[in-house]
């Protein structure tokens, strides 16, 4: 079998991340194809042009590229083509594209008039060079449809990670559980969660919140739908940006007599920073986004499962398994 090559810029502040990828795959029981870690190499031009290199031959091997998402947006973008055209010329067998967090996800739709649909302009991006790609709890699923026909894009969830993360670190919290989504379109998500924790027999109620925005990143109101008195509240989100409608959110499960109110998020941005969430019991996301050590932040790592994925992705195997 042809090897796998781990791709990863080792400047930015995604590496450790690539890097515990292809360490899980290197150590993988049964592996019987050769691993390797590539760098991706930089090189800066006094006009605020650049080039990206791939730093050793990647000829005839599948390569997975492990996009870095701690870039600022645009950077994000301009690195993510022009690693792909590094990659695309250097003759590998296939590129995959992996995505801790894939960007402008929340731009999936046309919302109003003059705008362009920016997910789908780097789904583009990536049918043009890549041969498949892998994220998890993609902000919206459809996403996985925008790229060409033939093209396998994998949308992982974190839900069993979470689960099994809070049978061994937070037994108390299972006990009388309701999962909360912030909003009403997070309640396909919310079932994710559930079916995750009644597989491993916890049962937990549901209950939504009912947000009304004010402007972007500011909410106005928060309803909850549901019965959450003396409750153990987790609310379940993909994205926590400012924290606002997390905020609000908790907020109005203790007016409406929550016990313990906690708050996941697949993507802890925390561009408003950490102050506001002061009133939860505990604020838990994963490490697919870097931003460094935080007091009062439970992280859960997430890259067991993309080694896992990557490891299937190349052997052939089935990554449905993943989902439970």
């Known amino acids: 079998m042809a090897g796998a090559v781990i791709i990863a810029d080792p400047e930015e502040k995604g590496y ?13 029981e049964g592996r019987d194809f050769p691993v390797e870690l590539v760098h991706l190499k930089k090189k800066e031009f006094r006009d605020g042009e650049f080039k990206i290199k791939i730093e050793k031959n990647v000829r005839k091997h599948s390569c997975f ?4 998402p701690n870039k600022e947006a645009g950077r994000w ?3 993510l083509l022009f690693s792909l055209k590094a990659a695309a010329s250097s003759s590998p067998n296939e590129i995959r594209v992996v995505f801790p967090y894939f960007r402008f996800a929340r731009q999936d739709r046309k919302d109003e008039s003059r705008v362009g649909v920016s997910a789908k302009a780097i789904c583009d991006v990536l049918s043009m060079y890549a041969s498949g790609a892998l994220s998890v709890d993609l902000h919206a699923p459809q996403i996985q ?21 809070l049978i061994r670190k937070h037994p108390d919290l299972l006990n009388n559980l309701t999962l909360v989504s912030p909003d009403l379109g997070g309640g396909k998500r919310l079932e994710t969660y559930q079916k995750a924790l009644d597989k491993r027999g916890v049962r937990a109620g549901l209950a939504l919140g009912h947000k009304t925005r004010v402007r972007d990143n500011e909410v106005g109101k928060v309803v909850i739908i549901g019965d ?45 920073g950490l102050g506001k969430f002061g009133g939860f019991d505990g604020v838990m996301t994963s490490d697919a986004v ?7 932040v439970e992280f859960i790592s997430l890259v067991e499962l993309f080694g896992e994925a990557v490891y299937r992705s190349h052997v052939g195997e089935s990554l449905s398994d993943l989902f439970s």
């Not at 449809?145 to 993360?165: C, G, I, K, Q, T």
Request: aromatic residues 10%.
């Open 228 to 272: 959450v008195k003396e409750k153990n509240c987790l609310i379940v989100d993909d994205i926590i940006d400012t924290g606002s409608t997390m905020v609000k959110t908790g907020e109005q499960l203790k007016l409406n007599g929550a016990s313990k109110i906690f708050a996941y998020g697949s993507f802890g941005l925390f561009t408003d």
């Open 145 to 165: 449809e925008y790229v060409r026909s033939n093209f396998p894009f994998d949308n992982l969830s974190s839900a069993p990670v979470l689960a099994s993360h």
């Open 290 to 296: 870097n931003i460094g050590h935080v007091e009062n």
């Open 77 to 79: 973008v301009a690195d």
């Open 65 to 68: 590229i492990i996009h870095d």
């Open 16 to 28: 450790e991340f690539a890097r515990g990828v292809f360490e899980y795959v290197s150590r993988k």
